[in-house]
């Protein structure tokens, strides 16, 4: 029996050279792809800033390379109070499904999948979603404030994906008040995130100022009427 024979290291010694070998290649591949998303980024950022929000947000982009927490068709419209508005999911351009995307802690709206921007977004944080009772097979859900304040409606037309947004939407916010809290205590230097996130983020900050006017609360107007005295 040879010498290599019997050492089984130096026998495989040119298997783990190749195997060692690849890494740095490896790693130059993933540091190049990094590179070009990068770029890409900041060239959609870049029309994004110039056409005001208009431009450079599209789905695609926001997807990023990992895709979505949360992608699907609802309708979704501005609330005004406590509990679902009885005209909520009625007739008009404003109940038409949207493409509602979330990414990171926030919300975006697309009224069609060509837009180059979302129309406008919602911010997960401090917010509760909750699954309201089937009407006319739609699958209902509110967005609502910390005080149960309900700030939008969305409907879906199947449960399974009702629940998949509730989830998503959950988990986000979840996140995105411990992200406030880190930031508070100046630990943001320690966040980590993926290029897309923060863009989206970018983006979300402009599309907020976007956001449909808060439908007026019937029970205010009623409280503002003064009672009518008898005999006049």
Known sequence: MSAEENNPKQRHSSVTFKEEDKKP????????????RDSFIRLKSLSFRRSGGNRGADIDTLRGTHGPDFEGYATITRAGGFGISCDCFG???DKKEKIVLIKGAYVFVFKKETDSAPAYAVACAHMKAKTQSESHGIHHVTIESALGEVEWELGFEQKGVAKQFVDAFRKQAAQGEAEIVRKRLGHDKLLKKRGSVKYAESVAQKKLEDQPEKKKNVLD?????EPMIAGC
């Open 91 to 93: 007739n008009g351009d």
């Open 25 to 36: 290649a490896q790693r130059r591949g993933l540091s190049k792809r990094k590179s070009l």
């Open 221 to 225: 107007d009623v409280a503002g009427v």
